[in-house]
């Protein structure tokens, strides 16, 4: 028999969490694949996470609070996006913006791509400098099924990750190469355009493995606009082992995007497809020194560009032309490193810089790229005097070429008077450092050299928006009863926030006299205290009951800002696995009315409700999954903005993996 390893080396260390799955999963799937497993192999079924501070943590030692998506949590949601899975995460904020494009915000205050998050796929930062800066979530080439776990920081986390951890951090982990062997397929075929196309294909060796998955997501967007929209995806991770301590591991991902925008008979806005492309290339090195000490060097890259152009007719003759194409860059080197110091103290440490490239004429008037670099250092410690008390602190610096100098820290103590009870009470201070964009912006429309109109012009000099954060967390586990409830009470303070700011122009500015145009100051402000809680009871594998709630009372300046807090939010998932391989599940959530950051009125309260069954066989040798998934949205709220709105869908989705 062939032999290799799945041990927490093989995963990738410095993001999410190192957990493959339980031995006897990990032996299961070894038998049938003809592999054996050593005893090392059987990881501890109690889950660690490294998205707080760096270091490998159980959930009660951790900062903060903390949710943590699993795979079979994410399959029994029944989900397509990747992006529906949040909305059972208390105090998310879910939304489609236009061609397909997920809008995910955690306490709201976001636009059309969530600028105040930060979001990492294997510890790869997938925040894009272009316009106001943030996550295009359909620019992500993850499958779905290629998951393992998604671990969720509800609050800020400067002082691990730096700039844009602003109100939360989102780690994605997708599954070791040695997870993946073998082939899968999958079709999904439904209602309002859904087509969804998946393959993957994975191989190992005693010391490399690798997979390679492509696919594709459509399907015709929202009503009330031309909305379809179809992306390809490809994407690849191989690992390769030298020795026993150190390990290489390379992950590439490459999106295109074809997605709808426009309205009918809008003339400054019209019908029209715009193009979206990403490709990503990341390669680590791991040197795990002994047990409790490990090191690591990591380089990316992730360039995005897209074009949407498109011409607005004159009453003359002729045509205005609206220059849509961008292109954005960055490129990241880090080095990360931690070690348990004594019985009692751990810590982790590192260095990181990052270079950023946009070009887009629209934007800066000008053919130029605009680039931008910075450059930190971090350190966070934790000690732990007794069994019932762990202190978690830490602090980072970070230097960026168009903002001052800033500074991170955190506090947090943690107390667990019983086993199954812990408190945590912790400050923090976070940071979000303005976009390229919103430092030198100059959004104008010209015509044959003649300024028309100027959107946005920015007078430059703009300082990190700052968030200091008070919460209370409580992390109730009964782990013998699968149930576990957390509840975080929070206050977040917000000061510096950028918003755009009407300017009237000097006269022959523009074409038209009296023009105005938006500049990007630092001039809100806001406070929003609430409590959020969930609740999750896993009486048996393939059984679940999620409960979550969120309620907020936010307080702006101005007052529109408040707004775009939404102030309610409730999720639940209920799920059983029955005789035979039948699985049926049940998913309900809903979030109050809210206004998104640039938008110009509120749209209503959503609920939306979703009943799945389901079905899984082996047919000569092979694994077959049937899955029928009903979505259906409940009123008539708009989505994002006014006029459009979710569809009701039904889908059937086919999956064959041997």
């Not at 809008?266 to 490709?279: C, Q």
Request: aromatic content about 10%; some cysteine.
């Amino acid at each position: 028999m062939k032999y290799f390893r799945v041990s927490r080396r093989s995963l990738p260390a410095g993001c999410a969490c190192i957990v493959l799955s339980t031995g006897v999963t990990l032996a299961a799937q070894a038998d049938e694949l003809g592999y054996e497993l050593s005893e090392r192999d059987y990881l501890s079924e109690i889950p660690h996470i490294y998205s707080a501070s760096r270091l490998p943590q159980q959930l009660e030692d951790a900062a903060g609070a903390l949710t943590v998506l699993d795979r079979e949590f994410i399959r029994l949601t029944g989900a397509r996006e990747l992006t529906e899975v949040f909305r059972w995460v208390p105090g998310f904020q879910v939304a489609t913006s236009a061609g397909g494009r997920p809008v995910v915000a955690y306490h709201g205050l976001s636009g059309q791509i969530s600028q105040r998050m930060q979001v990492y796929v294997d510890g790869r930062s997938v925040y894009a400098p272009y316009l106001f800066g943030g996550v295009d979530w359909s620019a992500l080439s993850v499958p779905l099924d290629e998951i393992e776990r998604i671990e969720i920081q509800r609050g800020s986390n400067s002082v691990t990750y730096g700039a844009n951890a602003f109100l939360g951090v989102i780690h994605i982990v997708t599954r070791a190469a040695a997870q993946s062997v073998g082939v899968r397929a999958e079709v999904v075929q439904g209602s309002a355009g859904v087509a969804d196309r998946h393959i993957r294909w994975g191989h190992a060796q005693p010391a490399a493995q690798w997979r390679i998955a492509a696919g594709q997501r459509s399907d015709d967007g929202l009503a009330g606009r031309p909305d379809g929209y179809r992306t390809n995806y490809l994407d690849l991770r191989a690992e390769f082992q030298p020795s026993s301590t150190q390990e290489w591991s390379i992950t590439s991902g490459i999106t295109r995007s074809h997605l709808g925008s426009g309205f009918e008979k809008r003339v400054g806005d019209p019908p029209r497809t715009e193009i979206a492309e990403s490709a990503s290339l990341q390669a680590r090195y791991r040197q795990t020194v002994d047990p409790g000490q490990e090191w690591s060097v990591t380089m990316s890259s992730t360039q995005d560009s897209g074009d949407d152009s498109f011409d607005i007719p004159l009453l003359d003759k002729g045509s205005l032309h609206i220059d849509g194409r961008r292109r954005a860059n960055r490129y990241a080197l880090d080095y990360q490193h931690f070690k348990d110091l004594s019985p009692q103290w751990r810590a982790s440490w590192g260095l990181g810089y990052r270079q950023d490239s946009v070009t887009a004429f629209q934007l800066f008037n000008s053919g130029a790229p605009q680039t931008n670099a910075s450059w930190l250092g971090f350190l966070n410690a934790e000690w732990r005097p007794s069994t019932h008390w762990t202190l978690n602190f830490g602090s980072l610096v970070e230097r960026d070429r168009l903002a001052p100098t800033q500074w991170a820290p955190r506090l947090a103590i943690n107390w667990k008077p019983l086993a199954a009870h812990t408190f945590k009470l912790g400050y923090s201070s976070a940071f979000r450092t303005p976009s390229i964009f919103e430092q030198r912006a100059d959004w104008r429309i010209q015509n044959e050299g003649n300024t028309l109109d100027i959107r946005y012009l920015s007078s430059g000099g703009l300082l990190p928006e700052r968030v200091n954060a008070w919460d209370l967390v409580y992390l109730g586990q009964w782990r013998e009863q699968g149930l576990t409830l957390d509840a975080r009470l929070f206050q977040e303070k917000l000061s510096r926030i950028v918003t755009g700011r009407l300017t009237l122009l000097p006269m022959g500015a523009t074409f038209a006299p009296n023009a105005a145009a938006y500049d990007l100051r630092n001039n809100a402000s806001a406070i929003n205290r609430g409590v959020e809680y969930q609740l999750s009871w896993r009486p048996a594998g393939g059984t679940i009951v999620s409960w979550n709630q969120y309620f907020a009372r936010p307080q702006a300046s101005p007052a529109v800002i408040a707004q775009t807090i939404a102030r309610r939010s409730t999720g639940l998932l209920v799920s059983h696995a029955w005789p035979r391989g039948w699985t049926t599940g049940l998913g309900y959530t809903s979030m109050s009315s809210m206004r998104w950051l640039g938008e110009p009125t509120q749209v209503g309260a959503q609920r939306f409700a979703s009943l799945r069954v389901a079905r899984s066989l082996r047919v000569n040798g092979s694994h077959v999954h049937v899955a029928v998934r009903w979505f259906q949205p409940l009123g008539q709220s708009d989505e994002f903005r006014e006029l459009q709105r979710e569809r009701r869908k039904l889908w059937l989705a086919v999956s064959l993996e041997y």
